[in-house]
């Protein structure tokens, strides 16, 4: 089936320090997401986006991040500065259109760690 | 507010046997409910997805699962498992205004002995 791809799988940090988080959507998705799970919790939403703009984001969504998609290449998430809170695995989701019928596809994540 | 409880971590059984993984939400209306399955190294994968009408809904690879609105249950099931379903299963929510947002359970990873 249709795959997403996260890249890198894995990504150790300092405190401060800028990340980005890469996702490469399925072909022809057109929405876009981004989900957090702390180490034994839940996944949770963090936010969607279509068209070059934020659609929707949770409260998880703090000011240091920020989601883009220059040009139809990688969906990504940047974290500027990161903080030890930050610490979690990130899921990257696509889906061709918004609604129950289009299912959301989802990558591996990525396994951040800010020390 | 709405959230999804799947009271087991864990569960292991064995090649052959029955399954039930349990799964029980709390949203004032009735949502959409969806089971995902992450198999080792890969994303979620959708397995099957409840919208309205006959209550048991029917997935992939034999997995099914049944809506329980007085009982605000989502419960996956499948008759006979195999040891490539081991892997970890969630039960999500949507909002009917809001079908974007998924709210995740903490997941059940599954283990299918020999």
């Known amino acids: 089936g249709p795959k997403v791809l996260q890249i890198p799988s894995h990504q150790i940090i300092d405190m401060g320090q800028m990340v980005t988080l890469n996702c490469d959507p399925v072909?022809?998705?057109?929405?876009f997401y981004w989900y957090k799970q702390i180490l034994g919790q839940q996944m949770e939403f963090l936010v969607n986006?279509?068209?070059?703009?934020?659609?929707?984001k949770s409260k998880l969504f703090k000011d240091q991040f920020s989601v883009e998609r220059p040009d139809g290449s990688y969906f990504t998430l940047k974290i500027q500065p990161t903080a030890l809170e930050d610490s979690a695995v990130y899921f990257c989701?696509?889906?061709?259109?918004?609604?129950?019928?289009?299912?959301?596809?989802f990558g591996p994540g990525t396994r951040l760690l800010v020390l | 507010a709405q959230s999804v409880t799947q009271p087991d971590a864990r569960v292991t059984v064995s090649e052959g046997a029955s399954l039930q993984l349990r799964c029980k939400y709390s949203y004032s209306g009735t949502p959409y409910l969806f089971w995902y399955v992450q198999y080792p190294r890969q994303g979620l994968q959708l397995l099957l997805k409840?919208?309205?009408?006959?209550?048991v809904v029917q997935g992939v690879n034999g997995f099914e699962a049944e809506f329980s609105k007085s009982n605000s249950s989502f419960h996956l099931r499948k008759a006979s498992v195999h040891w490539s379903d081991s892997a970890v299963y969630f039960c999500v929510l949507s909002e009917r205004s809001n079908y974007n947002v998924l709210y995740f359970g903490s997941g059940t990873k599954l283990t299918v002995e020999p």
């Open positions: 409840y919208y309205s009408g006959d209550p």
């Open positions: 072909s022809n998705h057109l929405y």
């Open positions: 989701a696509s889906s061709l259109r918004q609604g129950f019928q289009d299912t959301q596809y």
């Open positions: 986006f279509y068209n070059g703009k934020v659609m929707e």
